[in-house]
């Protein structure tokens, strides 16, 4: 019973998680159509994709313990497809300084994960000490990763907007980290559990500030709108006091 209450939840956090990924896909349309990464970071991308390399690596038999771990396989293996894609396109549209903080932010991340790989195989030489290394890493990972939207959440408080804060993203991120937190309760496995300890109130954090400032609405459009308005309000009075101008000239 406890195996398969274990795999009931590790099936619904894949779902939950799939969704999490998916997410930004509504963002990077957006990004694709103005041909504009805008104010959007690409930290959370970056660090999602360092989370889902770690844990997939975790959940392959070199580490685990036979396929126990398979669910974090699956889920982890199609997330790194999604934030591969993600932060191609964001350094495609991104200009010449944001490409060089992405470059500068994706390196060393590639870098750790492969050395964690190479360390975690030719050093140690059991799955309990593989689990150990590997998990360590995995949880600094998975609580950068969830701490990530902090700095979206200071913009947000900043301006009272949710415009850069995508509500999908924070809803599927609360409910993939609740869901993984039982899975890893339910495992006995305290690295899958305790960087979700975290995950969880920083998702609510999120949804709570989305409910307060999200009828505040897009600043962005009416102040562009309020500028053109301006402009035509003070052309037209310049024409009618060249009007006058002229018409007292003649007279």
């Known amino acids: 019973m406890g195996d398969r209450l274990r795999l009931a939840v590790g099936v619904m956090g894949n779902a939950a998680s ?10 990077f349309s957006r990004v694709i159509r103005k ?12 660090l999602a994709l360092f989370n889902c390399f770690l844990y997939t690596w975790y959940g392959l038999p070199v580490v685990s313990c036979g396929w126990e771990n398979f669910p ?5 293996g199609l997330g790194i497809l999604l934030e591969i894609s993600f932060i191609l396109i964001y350094f495609w549209f991104a200009p010449a300084g944001g490409k060089k903080k992405v470059a500068m932010t994706v390196i060393p991340v590639t870098a750790v994960s492969c050395i964690t790989g190479i360390i975690s195989t030719f050093i140690f030489h059991d799955h309990h000490r593989r689990k150990v290394f590997v998990g360590s890493i ?6 950068a990763m969830y701490g990530a939207p902090l700095v979206v959440v200071k913009k947000v408080i900043q301006t009272k907007s949710v415009e850069f804060m995508p509500f999908y993203l924070s809803f599927f991120s609360f409910l993939a980290s609740s869901l993984w937190m039982a899975y890893g309760l339910l495992s006995h496995d305290l690295f899958l559990a305790c ?5 969880s109130p920083l998702g609510i954090l999120q949804l709570v500030l989305y409910c307060k400032y ?25 024409l009618q006091l060249n009007v006058t101008d002229n018409t007292n000239g003649k007279t």
């Open 138 to 143: 995995g949880l600094i990972a998975s609580v």
């Open 72 to 76: 974090l396989v699956t889920i982890n």
């Open 35 to 46: 041909k504009s990464t805008e104010e959007f970071s690409s930290v959370p991308y970056i």
């Open 195 to 199: 960087p979700n300890l975290v995950g």
């Open 18 to 27: 799939m969704l999490l990924y998916a997410a930004p896909i509504l963002t």
């Open 214 to 238: 999200r009828k505040r609405g897009i600043m962005e459009e009416p102040h562009k709108w309020d500028i053109e308005n301006n402009n035509e309000d003070k052309l037209k009075q310049e």
